[in-house]
Nanobody, 125 residues
């Protein structure tokens, strides 16, 4: 069983930056595709982006392309979400997730096997 713990959320002004971290334990981190998702109040959870097992390939939702970057450190079982030029509409609970089968597709139809508990990001305008 894989446990995922996110951290790094908080309150930031519009235009600012945050870096979220997600530490994995209990599994073989480098064998998982990792994804980031977010859920705004009253809305469905949506994918933000994904990163391949090696970290060589990333893919992002259109809403965050050019502003968010996902990276991973397999030696330390950690995946990051670097968020720049934050907007009020980026306010959400952010989740990391692990997927056993490889994918680079960013879509709500792509299922993940393990989920973190989420971290709140609030962007003030």
């Amino acid at each position: 069983q894989v446990q995922l713990v996110e951290s790094g959320g908080g309150l930031v002004q519009a235009g600012g930056s945050l870096r979220l971290s997600c530490v994995a334990s209990g599994g073989s981190f480098s064998s998982y595709t990792m994804g980031w998702f977010r859920q705004a109040p009253g809305k469905e959870r949506l994918p933000v982006g994904t990163i391949s097992r090696s970290g060589a390939v990333t893919n992002y939702a259109d809403s965050v392309k050019g502003r968010f970057t996902i990276s991973r450190d397999n030696a330390n079982n950690t995946v990051y979400l670097h968020m720049n030029s934050l907007k009020a509409e980026d306010t959400a609970v952010y989740y990391c997730a692990a997927r056993i089968r490889p994918t680079i597709v960013v879509a709500t139809t792509v299922t993940y096997d393990y989920w973190g508990q989420g971290t709140q990001v609030t962007v003030s305008s």
